[in-house]
């Protein structure tokens, strides 16, 4: 069984940044490739950035590109999305998900946090 804990949301102005953790409590964390969804009201919840399990393959939706940035420390069974810039677009709650899969699709995330809250004023 794996546990995920995200940490890190919260209230922010446009322009500013924000990290998010999300600690997993698993032996077997350096083989599960690792995401970060976020799902805004009424929208359907999207993948946001991915991870390979040894960090060296990154996935980003376009809308994010050179503004969000993913990285993992597998000592600390630890992943990370640093926001950089935030629009007021990036308001949602943000969910860190592990799979065995090197998958987009939500479906094949076995494995979710209880998500966080992040909102960005204009």
């Known amino acids: 069984q794996v546990q995920l804990v995200e940490s890190g949301g919260g209230l922010v102005q446009a322009g500013d940044s924000l990290r998010l953790s999300c600690a997993a409590s698993?032996?077997?964390?350096?083989?599960?490739?690792m995401g970060w969804f976020r799902q805004a009201p009424g929208k359907e919840r999207e993948l946001v950035a991915r991870?390979?399990?040894?960090?060296?393959?990154?996935y980003y939706v376009d809308s994010v590109k050179g503004r969000f940035t993913i990285s993992r420390d597998n000592a600390k069974n630890t992943v990370y999305l640093q926001m950089n810039s935030l629009k007021p677009e990036d308001t949602a709650v943000y969910y860190c998900a592990a799979t065995t899969a090197w998958s987009l699709y939500r479906f094949d995330y076995a494995y979710w946090g209880q998500g966080t809250q992040v909102t960005v004023s204009s």
């Open positions: 698993t032996r077997t964390f350096t083989g599960l490739n």
């Open positions: 991870i390979s399990v040894g960090g060296g393959n990154t």
